[in-house]
């Protein structure tokens, strides 16, 4: 059985008295340990689809099963809360807490999870940094870092609850190249552990660095 399995994904945003499609029936098998790219022009789904796989929204219709749990029926809280046991998500704003030093923002998915001490989360946090070279940092506050070492605290803030699937929406979009290089290298490594990782782009180089490529076209995945 797929990890991740989405079958005829439909979501329609209601703007007033238009209807949006942003997705017209996609399907996607994930398997555990996999690596894939989705690969689209811009207004294609890939947010959308990345949102509804991520548990942050739900499908307008179609479904959903995510590590063998029907998560298309789930709603509000029962939603965020598979979201907060199985999906890391990483942007390409980052979304740090600007006011969190490194290691709380790291440690944070554990606060919202709950059933740590402070020392748990500190600790956990501390191991994650540390496989991700940023153990000089954990002091720092976000602005004080490179663009590269905060998309590196932004992976270690999604990996420190040990999620079944890592989810990244266009992770380089706003880093040079050496500090996208850098990041994707990154990703490998995470991967090389045994992460499965669906990562979204529009840059067919970046795509290149997963082991397959999915194409998205007009909210459809192309054949
Ligand atoms: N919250 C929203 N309300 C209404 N329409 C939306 C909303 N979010 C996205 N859309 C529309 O849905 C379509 C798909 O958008 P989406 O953000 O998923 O594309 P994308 O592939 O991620 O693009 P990009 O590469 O620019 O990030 C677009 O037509 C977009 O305008
Ligand atoms: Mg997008």
């Known amino acids: 059985m797929a990890l991740l399995e ?7 945003y209601r703007l007033g008295r238009v209807d949006v499609p942003a997705l017209r ?6 398997q555990q340990g996999e690596y894939v790219a989705i690969l689209g022009p811009s207004g294609s789904g890939k947010s959308t689809l990345m949102h509804i796989l991520g548990c942050l929204d739900s499908a307008t219709d179609g479904s959903y099963r995510l590590g063998g749990t ?3 029926t789930l709603r509000g809280r029962a939603l965020a809360r598979v979201r907060n046991r199985k999906v890391g998500f990483v942007f390409q704003t980052f979304n740090l807490m600007p006011r969190l030093t490194v290691e709380e923002n ?18 956990r946090a501390g191991v994650v940094l540390e496989r ?6 954990v002091g720092h506050r976000p602005e004080e870092l490179s663009g590269g070492e905060r998309q590196r605290v932004a992976i270690a803030r999604a990996l420190v609850g040990e999620p079944a699937i890592l989810l990244v929406d266009d992770p380089t979009g706003n880093l040079d190249s050496k500090a996208g290089a850098e990041v994707l290298e990154t990703f490998r490594e995470v991967h090389a552990a045994g992460n499965t990782i669906v990562l979204v782009t529009h840059d067919p180089n970046v795509a290149d660095e997963a082991d397959r490529i999915v194409h998205m076209i007009d909210g459809r995945v192309a054949a």
């Open 132 to 137: 991700l070279g940023m153990s000089h940092r």
């Open 25 to 30: 029936g996609v399907d996607l098998d994930v």
């Open 70 to 72: 029907d998560v298309g």
């Open 106 to 123: 790291v440690a944070l998915p554990l606060q919202y999870r709950g059933g740590y001490t402070r020392r748990e989360r500190r600790g």
């Open 6 to 12: 989405a079958r005829d994904i439909t979501k329609i």
